[in-house]
């Protein structure tokens, strides 16, 4: 069965990255692309962007535009998603999606929290 | 970017009763495409309908998904206990992908 197995939580001071993995197991990594979401405390689903497992090319959220990387590993079958310069308002919960045949989201992982404070 | 705009923002039903949730665009989605997920509290979200209509894996048929250009509708025919959640719906067929505010349904 398709999972999403994404890393653990993490807390970090403004200014501080942080690398978030995603693994994936169950399918061909390489067929399907891998899309990040993020949540903040109460608030709704934001689009962060998306990575083709197969060629590794980008589409990123044009507000995180210079402080978000994501990669993928294709030996592990992993995603990693990182964002530089955080600030307050990045403390979210950090969520990858796989993208379905016909671009839906259609696995998720268990998601991850990012905590940033001073 | 296409903004979503869902309503309403909480619906309070009962059990058994028929909830219907709208999804609307501020321009055309293309090829319909716009996805409805469920999320509980403390969990991922849970994909529902993808294609505007279409039932994903194991979604029972009591979740149907209507619409196309830039309304879009999510209709529980029966509501059980477990439905009741916020509800997210989200265009992919353009980038940025976006998704709605979030309707709240809950039990009345």
């Known amino acids: 069965q398709v999972q999403l197995v994404q890393s653990g939580a993490e807390v970090k001071k403004p200014g501080a990255s942080v690398k978030v993995s995603c693994k994936a197991s169950g399918y061909t990594f390489t067929s399907y692309g891998i899309s990040w979401v993020r949540q903040a405390p109460g608030q709704g689903l934001e689009w962060m962007g998306w990575i083709s497992a197969y060629n590794g090319n980008t589409n990123y959220a044009q507000k995180l535009q210079g402080r978000v990387t994501m990669t993928t590993d294709t030996s592990t079958s992993t995603a990693y998603m990182e964002l530089r310069s955080l600030r307050s308002d990045d403390t979210a919960v950090y969520y990858c999606?796989?993208?379905?045949?016909?671009?839906?989201?259609?696995?998720w992982g268990q998601g991850t929290l990012v905590t940033v404070s001073s | 970017e296409i903004v979503l705009t869902q309503s309403p923002g909480t619906l309070s039903l009962s059990p058994g009763e028929r909830a219907t949730l709208s999804c609307r665009a501020s321009?055309?989605?293309?090829?319909?495409?716009l996805a409805w997920y469920q999320q509980k509290p403390g969990q991922a979200p849970r994909l529902l309908i993808y294609g505007a209509s279409s039932r994903a894996t194991g979604i029972p048929d009591r979740f149907s998904g209507s619409g196309s250009g830039t309304d879009f509708t999510l209709t529980i025919s029966r509501l059980e206990p477990e439905d009741f959640a916020v509800y997210y719906c989200q265009q992919y067929g353009s980038s940025p992908n976006t998704f709605g505010q979030g309707t709240k349904l809950e039990i009345k």
């Open positions: 999606a796989r993208i379905g045949m016909g671009a839906e989201y259609d696995y």
């Open positions: 321009q055309s989605v293309s090829s319909s495409y």
